[in-house]
């Protein structure tokens, strides 16, 4: 707890004078967590490329060893802070190596080559983020039974009522948190677990799919923070019959996008279809791992081991949405990335198959 007992900060309304403070935004060595931290720069409006290279110890994070242990942060992407508000902003950053070589866990770096190899097809990404909360411990689902479970899945997918959703207060917050610092977010919806959730970032076009995503990541844990919450992106946070949690990616070109694009979605499944090891290898940090134990053929997902598509078929690999097969154009839905999937891998492994084919 942090003694004001849910009471704002009697501090955050102090003048700044002419400085703002920017809140540099990293992923570490784990591939899938976040972390952070502020300088106080000169108030005035900053692209990417104005804001100050900085570095952390690497060695905290998993990025680096103790005898060489600064890693560089690279700025990429600027969002207005809505924690902070005022003209304070969040920089999402890239790591890179003292000799400015992109650190491992650094997918942005080869996913910005190949989307920028690929700009003349406009690919389209809409990903949609599930996750769930959990108290302060992080080891009991938020607003289940201290002993037991809840009512078997059925009441709770969209539900409204607090016999069937638990946390709407911080999944309202995140959505007007996400929308005041501009990143596209495009909807929410309680999910089929309870105290379990969704919400859909996009349409993103190239590199900034991963960029929004991440972002809206980063202010859903720190907004947790004010309830007390730990937000969990396990892809199967809860043994049993219970759903898990994924990060289902939408995609589309421009030729997918226009009349007759149908033919061109059947096209890219096809190649998808021919490398579903290299997919899945990408679709979670743990190199398949995390997501074998949700990809079971049950739960609506598709088998880890089969690869399979269909129209409005939630049970597939890839679903084709029904309005789409009736349109004949349009997008479809890779349903295989886990929920704590890195963006930037999962869109980097589709341009590489379905615009670059690689």
């Known amino acids: 707890m942090d003694g004001l007992d849910g009471l704002s900060n009697p501090f955050l309304d102090l003048p700044q004078g002419d400085n703002i403070m920017a809140?540099?935004?990293?992923i570490d060595g784990t591939g899938q967590g976040m972390r952070c931290k502020t300088r106080t720069l000169p108030n005035k409006k900053y692209e990417p490329d104005q804001l100050p290279i900085w570095n952390f110890d690497g060695?905290?994070?998993?990025?680096?060893?103790?005898n060489n242990s600064d890693v560089y942060l690279k700025p990429v992407a600027v969002f207005r802070d809505p924690f902070r508000r005022g003209d304070n902003i969040l920089v999402l950053?890239?790591?890179?190596?003292?000799?400015m070589v992109p650190n491992s866990t650094n997918k942005r770096a080869v996913c910005v080559k190949n989307m920028e190899r690929c700009a003349d097809q406009h690919p389209w990404f809409g990903i949609e983020q599930e996750y769930t909360m959990f108290?302060?411990?992080?080891?009991?689902?938020?607003?289940?039974?201290?002993?037991g479970y809840p009512g078997p899945q059925g009441p709770y997918y969209c539900g409204a009522g607090s016999d069937k959703v638990k946390g709407r207060k911080i999944v309202e917050g995140h959505y007007r948190a996400c929308m005041y610092a501009g990143v596209k977010i495009a909807g929410s919806n309680a999910e089929v677990m309870p105290s379990q959730w969704e919400y859909q970032v996009g349409p993103c076009e190239g590199i900034s799919m991963g960029d929004h995503l991440w972002v809206s990541r980063w202010i859903l844990c720190r907004l947790a923070e004010e309830f007390n919450v730990v937000i969990s992106f396990d892809p199967k946070p809860i043994p049993g019959d219970w759903n898990g949690a994924g990060c289902h990616t939408n995609i589309s070109t421009e030729a997918m996008r226009q009349d007759g694009g149908y033919d061109k979605i059947i096209e890219a499944i096809k190649l998808m279809e021919k490398k579903p090891l290299e997919h899945i290898m990408e679709y979670?940090?743990?190199?398949?791992?995390?997501?074998?134990?949700?990809?079971?053929?049950?739960?609506?997902?598709?088998?880890i081991d089969e690869f399979s598509y269909g129209v409005a078929h939630r049970g597939a690999s890839i679903r084709i949405p029904r309005q789409v097969d009736n349109d004949k154009k349009g997008y479809f839905e890779d349903r295989r990335p886990s929920s704590n999937a890195d963006p930037y891998s999962v869109t980097n492994r589709?341009?590489?198959?379905?615009?670059?084919?690689e």
């Open 23 to 26: 809140m540099y935004i990293w």
């Open 59 to 66: 060695s905290s994070t998993g990025q680096a060893d103790g």
């Open 93 to 99: 950053c890239e790591t890179y190596s003292y000799e």
């Open 135 to 147: 108290d302060y411990t992080g080891k009991h689902p938020y607003g289940w039974p201290k002993n």
């Open 284 to 303: 979670d940090p743990t190199g398949g791992a995390d997501n074998r134990r949700r990809l079971t053929g049950q739960h609506e997902t598709a088998s």
């Open 350 to 357: 589709i341009v590489m198959t379905i615009c670059l084919g």
